[in-house]
């Protein structure tokens, strides 16, 4: 089998985009249902608050029928630039959007997006060209259905863009749970968001607190 | 066609029960996914408080595997009967919980459980026996697959069970927004719980105060 | 086996409403994709044209998120009766609504509507209550996931409601395709609303006009 | 809503049929895969054990392509009839598989068979008529696809069947875990053939033991 | 439990009807895959031939884009009544197609057409309403998607139809594999139009005649 | 990661296909529904019209059983080339054709047509053969089932075909909202092809003009 | 994009291997039904009796329950070599096989086979290796379930192997319908095992024989 | 097409790693059931004894909620190194695991893990990096749903990892049936674990000692 290379999330060198998970976009959402897409979404714009990525968020026409962001992603990233497009679908094609990129220093670039196969796809194949490398959440981003999401990641793969999941985004960036933001600040994370880690966490707690054998 | 006569949920005539939505039984759930079955729960517990139910808390075992309630359930409802069951399997059969049920002097019964085939229909069934109107939320309920959810819901149905989803509850219940507690305390309710809807009202609302034409 | 009375949709009887299925709501569809939904929302409402039928429409808090009814349906029924509901959510709790549907005169009641489980079922079971024969075209009526809309759909038919789907509605009502509005009006009405129906006629009709063998 | 009277399964009245869950028709099942098929009619089989139930076995035309019984099923029943069917199709239409079953004294009948339209319906729909009471376990039948099994399940339910889950079956029958034969039977069945069950069992246990916090 | 009674097939009074499986309504069919539909209205027709039942033929409007029956369900019954309707839509109100069912002098009908909902249903009802005793094959039977099929399945059920598998109905018809048409026809049938069971039956003649031993 | 060159679809250097989309054809797509299947296939010719793209129809042996193409289609193109193959399965073997393209001088051809793995599949190869850049519209495509066209798409990336979406077509070909054929052609192209973005620009509209808050 | 050679199938080189489609290990096929899967197998010997390709046959230990190639295709090719495997998994290994294979001096394989991740992909990538162009009818080759087909058809694209439909493996050998074997040969065998082109066909011809317009 | 070598499983060269299949994680696993889940993870381990090849456990964190391994692998490898991670999500970044990896001093290496997406991909893809040739057998592994267990094995796929069935493992290593461990130790491993092929043997046996002809 021939070489390869793996390259790793490093806290240290990677930045978050958060593009176009508007409120009306949202609507479009049928590849996943609307309970997920909504706890999807504001996962992806948490992660880089617990490992203090630097990030940008963008929409696109957000007075119109795409709506604005949710309240709660602008808050979370109060400093963070949030520019405003006006007509460019892909955010690269935007000045301001491609500066405040450049102005993280950062050369890993984790993003989601609403649809996958535009705002997602459009966007990572510019930053692919750029040189950037790219990590998909896929479970952040959401469109038309199932297929035409299979297709803008197999796009997306075949520019080298690595397609993953929330989970492997948020333990690839932390390597080991002992590290700093480990059990403390990713545990509630998973609480929150990922629900069947987090009861699984309760339970266990709980049997460790008060349990009572099973009698198995 | 033969005669129909159609009881309609009363706030004033119905309670709700929490029936064995323990963290550790949450993980035998297979037949909704882990996000919405957690947001089910605390959609249904919440129910309760929103319309000011008379309510009545339940568990199966807890110090074993089948885990405590989750906290957020607990606090939404400090005041109501907890029922902690040691053996029994069908609720009905304590004699405490029926004493509580029967406390309330209500005939209507939201009911919702984890597992469906067992503690929410073995209730429900002994509920219809006893004389009980009895309204199933099959969001609230989970189970193995979705072959014995639906097997479940139908054996519930020939008892003449209402077997209806969260929203039709809610709806029923309230019957017109400009009823206490319509739009105040329902929108935010489905804001959370219902998100599909509640990203429709901000949308709206977004458009109602800075909107733009679309150019349609 | 034991008796039973095969009740038929008659044109010289039947009315048809249309309820709920507003803009806003339209996007809380799940269980169908949304092409078919618009489809089957405006085949709905033109089923009423192609036979003559009186019809009433109905729409929820329609200046709110729920949104307008879409022009072309309004556009369909200019003269029907539409009443704008602010607060109840069974249409039948509507003393306007209720006064329409009985000025018809007709006793067998088509309904379509957003949601299945609370727009479309409160109202067929409040009909049925009142005396009514009452189908629901299930193709019209959309809701949160097919589950919901089963659920419903179990609900109204343990009422008494005929669930059936676009097709049998019209074919139930037209009889013979030799009478009016057979195969005139009918042919066309399928040519858009149900294209396979139509595709299969406009091959047909090719191969009569200027068709050679297959060769099979 | 109308009187319902709720037979709940007595162990003491309760008697268990396996029905033609022979090696070649194993290979006819399609609803299920055929890891959960082969768990499935074992479960079925050894609840009679767990419970300490009258079983009757019965097979049709083994020496053909149907094949033999599980030699584990053989092996978990060395004493109960097996009556070896050589040309009826419904067991209920052969006089030693009849007198079998009527010898056990019990009127409450739990069954599963393969094929769940054939085998399992024919003959629970021949006891219902012979004034038995039946719960058919729909995880213990199989057949050719998914929507056979539902016609089926259907047709036994409109005759009064009630299909109900394997666990429900246990349960329904245990009442009560701290009974004979409670945690100490019914947990190993679990473990084994609801491993769910079993594993939450188990991660618990580890957890009264030897558990540290998980940090949440 | 209430009291059932179950009326069994019986060869000597069933009849079988083919109710516009229509090569151009074949088309229609998305609720089961092409292969299967082709291969299931074969089997249903050739059903009548195997348990040489009486059988009607009907068609809708067969010049038209409906097309003609296939000429192997022609072939199969060269001596049976074929009715072509020219504009009923429910087969029962045409007078020619009553009178030839009249004519078999049997009052248990088995029957299957394309469309489910609106040839196979309309028909169905209408001779339940006559006081038959109906058996719809559901696999003989195709529509638009399966919550039509469902949809129409309740329906029928709800007027008292048997609902089906081609399976039950040849075995409910055969009771006994030692009896005329056994193992001599059935098999055969069996083996073209359910190869699970051929091939079931091929692989063990062989092992039967040339197979050597496993090993397992 | 390695070195990523991003073509993007330019409106002055593409051209689109419409590859036998005929009638007849129409009715083996069974990896879309119908409706949907003919939503696609109108717009994927009227992308072209949108864009003012250079256009080729072509159809296969259309006075057999393939039927002709819709007369929605040939509407749209009344001067385009349309090319009647009698007998060459890829139409790039077609000398008319191939002429027909190369007049264009486009060197990015999006190309859509009935069946995927057959019609799209072989001339989207030729034309990879052939120097072109491909861009597959996998929603105007259809064919047997789901995993022929999964098939089929794998087939064509793994030539460096881009399988896409409508949605990302039309995007990729606009880039920007401001520019021509911006909001003003591309929203009315949504609003009867993509309904959901076209319901929620309506919806929008309307909050607008008329809307009041929802109280959320 | 880089460049493309699109290798064509050439009936004058290709050859076509059946790999262990034998009727025991014909009932471990899950991701296909079973009559689709008998349907298919049958269909992939016939094409080369369509094409007159040279054929090898090839079975694994048919004495056990692998079981014996059913009479069909041993009949279709009573000339072509069977090489009966008493021990390799892949055939390949066989020196017999691969002298039959060498001996057609043919370069271009196709080939299918039961399962498809073991007795399809092992001897794909084994030809692959030894420098053969490999074309697997994914129609063909069955196997557990559809993760198991995908990752073993994905393992065979990635080793250069074409992964095609029946369709387009019949279409890219005959390439134009007035050659031979075209319409002659090639309708008769898609009416038989591609029935819903055969039953257009069939229908196309009525219409052009004997239609009458549909009033469209 | 271009050059391909196949590298094939040698049982001389290959060790087997359990990665993190932990009791408290199995309830994780939502894109498989649970029955399957732990069928598939005990055959895993079960393979390295058939084979004896050297095999590495390791578990994640297994005082916390993760929960420690099955009783049962660890009873099957009591001699096994059982590397306990404290903190290092992927394997690789921990020393003693390296170190009994390297101990072995085999290159091919075959895993499976939970989650997929995680404790599988990261250590596949460091052991990629590495130099090591990679088997990753999914039926082994399990995580959230569906689209992240594609998504990981894509990954995967890219970067050099052979992603196969539990099946072909079994047989790649195996080679030929005559061979040690063939039939003697592999048949009943497949008997326990992969049933439907265990029941396709005692079916055949059955009929090999006592079967009768079928009559077919």
């Known amino acids: 089998m021939s070489k390869f290379t793996y390259?790793?999330?490093?806290?240290?060198k990677a930045m978050l985009l958060v593009v176009d998970q508007q409120e009306g976009?949202?609507?479009?959402?049928h590849d996943m249902d609307p309970v997920n897409t909504k706890n999807n979404i504001l996962a992806h714009a948490t992660l880089a608050k617990v490992?203090?990525?630097?990030?940008?968020?963008?929409t696109s026409?957000?007075?119109?029928p795409n709506g604005p962001l949710p309240a709660e992603i602008i808050a979370l990233h109060p400093n963070a630039p949030l520019i405003k497009r006006n007509?460019?679908?892909d955010a690269w094609d935007n000045d301001d959007f491609r500066a405040a990129v450049e102005a993280?220093?950062?050369?890993?670039v984790i993003l989601a997006g609403i649809t996958t196969d535009v705002c997602t796809a459009f966007l990572a194949l510019s930053l692919r060209d750029a040189g950037y490398s790219v990590w998909a959440n896929s479970d952040g981003s959401g469109t038309f259905d199932k297929k035409t999401a299979a297709d803008a990641n197999d796009r997306?793969?075949?520019?080298?863009?690595?397609?993953?999941?929330?989970?492997?985004?948020?333990?690839e960036l932390m390597r080991d749970w002992r590290d700093n933001p480990g059990t403390t600040q990713l545990m509630p994370f998973?609480?929150?968001?990922?629900?069947?880690?987090?009861m699984l966490a309760r339970a266990h707690d709980a049997a460790v607190r008060t349990g009572t054998l099973s009698g198995l």
């Not at 026409?61 to 119109?64: F, I, M, N, Q, R």
């Not at 993280?104 to 890993?108: C, E, I, V, Y």
């Open 25 to 29: 976009l949202y609507q479009l959402v």
């Open 156 to 171: 997306m793969r075949a520019a080298g863009v690595q397609v993953v999941s929330m989970f492997a985004v948020a333990l």
């Open 61 to 64: 026409a957000e007075t119109g």
């Open 87 to 89: 007509g460019e679908v």
């Open 190 to 198: 998973f609480d929150t968001y990922l629900p069947e880690y987090g």
């Open 104 to 108: 993280t220093g950062r050369k890993q």
């Open 7 to 12: 390259e790793r999330l490093d806290k240290a």
């Open 51 to 58: 490992f203090n990525l630097p990030t940008v968020l963008t």
